[in-house]
């Protein structure tokens, strides 16, 4: 008996030990080096001017000083993890991806950007090309290796340079790459970023098309300034939900009646089809938790009255997290600032009843939350998977006083970055949540008497 009972003991001990070994296998938060064994981007600017000017204009190089992610770290997770220890560690963690030299020399508390100090280089050319490939089994959690040194990972084989060795790797060409920061598992356990598993899900990497292929542009230029220009190089530019260019269009859409003309008093069936032409995950993706994609459908009579047209409830589970609404919310804010009696925001901050493309991010108590950290669950999935298309119907009852005549019918797609209640509070800067179009498309209808 008692032997079987030590037995069980050293077997629990065991598992326990695998376990927890398995578990930090996928981890990787130890402490190594200083800041000095990394270079600063300035010191490749020297040679590498071109892909420097053009890495300096994209979210990567200000990914821990641009005002919204100091605004959400310093205004909501630093204060969140002083008052609650459980989230210590995760919050620590957001510079695992956000200023990744910082958190492996152990500045796990970094300055504030006005501060000046080495943590503001944000995601450096030195990051992404001493990184050799990452621990565990899947590419996420800034699980990736990387290791300072005189060796440069490159795309090129046998490429020379008078400063640094360089080694051709196929990891740092590969989407896995990018997923070690684009994949990201919050301590409930959630995945509340998945950009890299949507896409491997999706049509494009059954093709072989990479994320390098779509956000890493391909075309002439000098990748050193002492090398020749190549028709091939590979650009520094990472165009993503910033960038107007980028979203302008990666949408299509479509709009129909079910008849020509209609008597006031008759119902129209309007269809509206969306299609995810140009992205190679759902839309949105990354940062699901602020971004807000939605269609609004108005018609416009001949006097130039507008009406709002609410979309047609389809009745899955969850919907009412799909359509528009200003119900409050994010009240979980007011617990980490410390604000009493927070009652929340206006969800949305928009014209209801319109249909909004989302995986909504619910708190430890079930309410939207705009923090993924402190995210325990999800709404239904309603996003746009890659070359998806969604219909969305519009039944309009037409009314009597409506004016006789062309009624345009009027669809956007449109996009914003944060939800305008919660940039609002948090005093994020406008160009953060000002409204950008996608598409847009229209068609006519008559109004006989
Ligand atoms: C003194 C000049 C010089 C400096 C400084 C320099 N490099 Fe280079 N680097 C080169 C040259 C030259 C090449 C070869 C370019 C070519 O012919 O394609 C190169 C190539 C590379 C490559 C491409 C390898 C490949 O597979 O294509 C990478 C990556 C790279 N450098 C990273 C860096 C990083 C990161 C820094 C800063 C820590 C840096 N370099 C600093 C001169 C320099
Ligand atoms: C987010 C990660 C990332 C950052 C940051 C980054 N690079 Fe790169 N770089 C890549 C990837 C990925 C490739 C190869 C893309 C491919 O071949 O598909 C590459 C390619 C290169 C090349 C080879 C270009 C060619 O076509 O020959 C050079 C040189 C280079 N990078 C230098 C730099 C320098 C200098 C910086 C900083 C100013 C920098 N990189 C920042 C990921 C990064
Ligand atoms: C070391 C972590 C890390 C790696 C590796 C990485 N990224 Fe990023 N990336 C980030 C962070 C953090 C941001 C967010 C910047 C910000 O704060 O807005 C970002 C932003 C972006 C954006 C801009 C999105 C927007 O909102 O406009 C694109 C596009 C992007 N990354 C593509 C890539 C691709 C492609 C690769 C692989 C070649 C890659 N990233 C590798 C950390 C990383
Ligand atoms: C077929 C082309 C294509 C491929 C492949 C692709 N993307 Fe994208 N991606 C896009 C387009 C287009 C957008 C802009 C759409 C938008 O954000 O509204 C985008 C947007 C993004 C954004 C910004 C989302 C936002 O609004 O903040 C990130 C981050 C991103 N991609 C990362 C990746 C990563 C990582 C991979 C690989 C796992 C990848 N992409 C593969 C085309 C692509
Ligand atoms: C596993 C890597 C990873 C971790 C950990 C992480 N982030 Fe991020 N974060 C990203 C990437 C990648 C993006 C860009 C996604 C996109 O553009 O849609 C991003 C985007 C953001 C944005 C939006 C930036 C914008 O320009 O709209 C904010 C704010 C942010 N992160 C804050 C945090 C905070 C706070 C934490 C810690 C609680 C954290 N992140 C943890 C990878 C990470």
């Not at 709009?255 to 995950?281: F, M, R, W």
């Amino acid at each position: 008996m008692k032997k079987g009972w030590r037995g069980g003991v050293f077997l629990f001990f065991g598992i326990s030990v695998l376990l927890l070994l398995g578990i930090s296998g996928d981890k990787n938060t130890a402490v190594k080096g200083k800041y000095s064994d990394f270079e600063t981007p300035e010191s490749c600017a020297q040679c590498h001017k071109e892909i420097y000017r053009e890495w300096k204009q994209t979210m990567m190089s200000q990914a821990y000083t641009h005002h919204w992610d100091e605004i959400e770290y310093f205004k909501l997770a630093v204060p969140h993890a002083s008052r609650d220890k459980e989230f210590k560690e995760v919050v620590e963690g957001c510079n695992g991806c956000h200023t990744p030299i910082a958190y492996f020399v152990g500045d796990r508390s970094p300055r504030p950007p006005s501060a000046g100090t080495r943590a503001n280089e944000s995601v450096s050319c030195e990051v992404c090309h001493t990184v050799s490939g990452f621990k565990g089994d899947v590419p996420v959690n800034f699980n990736y290796l990387m290791t300072p040194g005189k060796v440069k990972y490159g795309p090129r084989e046998g490429v020379k340079s008078p400063y640094h060795d360089t080694v051709k790797s196929d990891f740092i060409q590969s989407p896995e790459f990018c997923a070690t920061c684009h994949n990201e598992k919050n301590p409930f356990g959630m995945w509340v970023k998945s950009t890299q598993l949507e896409w491997k899900e999706g049509p494009y990497s059954k093709e072989g098309v990479r994320c390098q292929d779509c956000h890493m542009w391909t075309g002439k230029g000098v990748p050193a300034v002492m090398s020749k220009a190549v028709a091939d190089m590979r650009h520094h530019t990472f165009p993503g939900g910033h960038v107007m260019a980028k979203i302008r269009g990666a949408i299509e859409v479509k709009v129909y009646s079910d008849e020509d003309e209609y008597e006031p008093g008759d119902e129209a069936k309007i269809t509206v089809q969306l299609y995810n032409a140009k992205a190679g995950h759902k839309l949105p993706t990354g940062s699901v938790e602020d971004r807000q994609l939605w269609v609004e459908v108005h018609a416009i009579d001949s006097a130039g009255k507008r009406y709002i047209l609410p979309v047609d409830k389809k009745g899955f589970k969850g919907e009412k997290y799909t359509i528009t609404s200003n119900e409050l919310a994010y009240q979980d804010m007011g617990e980490m600032m410390g604000i009493k009696d927070f009652k929340g925001l206006p969800r949305d901050d928009l014209e209801e009843g319109h249909r909004i493309y989302r995986i909504a991010f619910l708190d430890p108590r079930g309410r939207p939350t705009i923090a993924q950290w402190n995210t325990k669950t999800f709404a239904v999935d309603y996003r746009i998977g890659p070359r998806e298309t969604k219909i969305e119907t519009y039944t309009w009852d037409i009314p009597e006083d409506i004016a006789p005549g062309r009624v345009k019918i009027e669809v956007k797609v449109l996009y914003r970055l944060l939800v305008r209640s919660v940039a609002k509070f948090l005093r994020v800067p406008e160009d953060e949540y000002r409204t950008r179009e996608i598409n847009s498309a229209e068609t006519y209808i008559e109004i006989i008497e």
